[in-house]
Nanobody
Framework: QVQLVESGGGLVQAGGSLRLSCAAS????????TGWFRQAPGKEREFVSA????????VFADSVKGRFTISRDNAKNTVYLQMDSLKREDTAVYYC???????????WGQGTQVTVSS
């Protein structure tokens, strides 16, 4: 069993940066791939980025490629999403998820709100 808690969301101006954290409980978290997803009002949830259990492999949605970076610290049971050059269209609730492999995710956090103002 893995429990995930996101943090780091907030209000930021366009062009600014935020770093989201996904803190996990459970001794097996380091064996799981972890992904970030987001859902904007009135839209379906969409994939943002994912990282393998070792951190050696990452993948990004085209919409965030070159602006977002994903990393993990397995000693701290935490995955990070560094978001730079934020745009208004990045406004959404961001969720982290964990699973044996991308894109098979079994565990989800409650989400953290990111709002980008112009």
């Amino acid at each position: 069993q893995v429990q995930l808690v996101e943090s780091g969301g907030g209000l930021v101006q366009a062009g600014g940066s935020l770093r989201l954290s996904c803190a996990a409980s459970g001794r097996t978290f380091s064996r799981y791939a972890t992904g970030w997803f987001r859902q904007a009002p009135g839209k379906e949830r969409e994939f943002v980025s994912a990282i393998s259990w070792s951190g050696g492999s990452t993948v990004f949605a085209d919409s965030v490629k070159g602006r977002f970076t994903i990393s993990r610290d397995n000693a701290k049971n935490t995955v990070y999403l560094q978001m730079d050059s934020l745009k208004r269209e990045d406004t959404a609730v961001y969720y982290c998820a964990a699973g044996i492999r991308h894109p098979e995710y079994n565990y989800w956090g409650q989400g953290t709100q990111v709002t980008v103002s112009s």
